[in-house]
C-alpha cells in the first residue's frame, strides 16, 4: 500500500512538473518587433536618403509610365 502512495505522488509530481502552466512565454521573435527608427546622424544617414529619394523618384517614373501606357490604349481604342 504504501508503494502505491509513492507511486502516485510520483506521478503527481511528475505530471504538475511538466505542466508548463508556469513556464514563461517565449520571446517575441524579430519579425513581430517593429522596427526602430533610425537616428538623423549615423554613418548610413546619407546612404538611407539617398534610398528614399531613388524610391521617390521611382514611383514618380512608374506613375508617368502609367500614364503613357494608358494614352497609347485609348489611342488604340482598347
Same mark, same amino acid.
Request: net charge neutral; charged share 20%.
Given at each position: 500500500?504504501?508503494?502505491?502512495?509513492? &507511486?502516485?505522488?510520483?506521478? *503527481?509530481?511528475? %505530471?504538475?512538473?511538466?505542466?508548463?502552466?508556469?513556464?514563461?512565454?517565449?520571446?517575441?521573435? /524579430?519579425?513581430?518587433?517593429?522596427?526602430?527608427?533610425?537616428?538623423?546622424?549615423? &554613418?548610413?544617414?546619407?546612404? *538611407?536618403?539617398? %534610398?528614399?529619394?531613388?524610391?521617390?523618384?521611382?514611383?514618380?517614373?512608374?506613375?508617368?509610365? /502609367?500614364?503613357?501606357?494608358?494614352?497609347?490604349?485609348?489611342?488604340?481604342?482598347?
Amino acid at each position: 500500500m504504501k508503494s502505491v502512495t509513492f &507511486i502516485l505522488l510520483g506521478l *503527481v509530481c511528475t %505530471l504538475a512538473g511538466c505542466s508548463g502552466a508556469n513556464a514563461p512565454p517565449p520571446p517575441p521573435t /524579430a519579425a513581430t518587433q517593429t522596427p526602430q527608427p533610425l537616428p538623423n546622424s549615423n &554613418i548610413f544617414s546619407e546612404d *538611407v536618403k539617398a %534610398l528614399n529619394k531613388a524610391k521617390n523618384e521611382q514611383k514618380v517614373v512608374d506613375q508617368q509610365k /502609367a500614364a503613357a501606357d494608358k494614352q497609347l490604349q485609348d489611342a488604340e481604342g482598347h
